[in-house]
């Protein structure tokens, strides 16, 4: 139904290595967000996209919302320690639903 | 600010009791949220608040009582505690989801136990 799927749910890079994590939902987004949550921490906000085709950045990450509106894409460039962390999608921003996340591992 | 507030941090009980997960905020949010992570799991919606005196269900609200009495407030309630409650839960707010770039602003957790 209104389930967002994320792949893959974990990940492990070597410090210095790109990472991506990917979005997918059988029907199409109004939005989507995009969550980090730290070992033994909470979710917090990282971005909203909301345009087909959207892409926006901070800094090392590349947030892409797809042209149909039903997937979307985290990347890290060069990872470092301190990215660490699950990286939630998130669907809608009343009742949001959560995927499942991508829990990234950096060895230094 | 302090932003969500939860308490209490940590807390174990034992099958059959009963226990309040209170939830505050300060940022005069009309939204609030509860949810629950599993471990290695994402976060499912137990219950929301649209406003003072109005609540309703989640995805997973079996087990569990919210009421909203005042804006700030928007406590949690496990009548007969189970082992299958066994979690980490987070209150969660927003002032509006209809606003540009809402966001959910989120309390640190209570890992709770049930033994």
């Known amino acids: 139904g209104q389930q967002v799927m994320q792949i893959p749910q974990y990940q492990h890079v070597q410090e210095g290595e790109d990472f991506t994590t990917y979005c997918n939902s059988s029907t199409t987004l109004s939005n989507i967000q995009w969550y980090k949550q730290r070992p033994g921490g909470h979710p917090v906000f990282l971005i909203q996209?909301?345009?087909?085709?959207e892409v926006k950045k901070q800094k090392r990450l590349t947030f892409q919302f797809g042209e149909a509106k039903k997937n979307s894409s985290l990347h890290i460039t060069a990872t470092q320690t301190t990215d660490v962390g699950t990286y939630f999608c998130?669907?809608?921003?009343?009742?949001?639903?959560f995927g499942a996340g991508t829990r990234l591992f950096v060895k230094a | 600010n302090a932003g969500v507030t939860q308490t209490p941090k940590f807390r174990i009980l034992k099958i059959g009791q009963s226990m309040t997960l209170q939830c505050t905020q300060d940022m005069n949010h009309n939204y609030m949220y509860w949810y629950r992570q599993d471990p290695g799991m994402g976060l499912k919606l137990i219950y929301y608040s649209v406003g003072a005196g109005i609540t309703d269900k989640g995805e997973v609200p079996n087990g569990y009582n919210v009421s909203r009495s005042t804006t700030e407030d928007f406590p949690l309630r496990l009548e007969l505690a189970a082992p299958s409650q066994t979690s980490v839960y987070f209150c969660a707010s927003s002032y509006s989801p209809q606003a540009t770039n809402e966001k959910l602003f989120f309390g640190s957790g209570t890992q709770l136990s049930v033994l």
């Open positions: 998130a669907r809608g921003s009343f009742k949001t639903i």
């Open positions: 996209l909301v345009k087909s085709g």
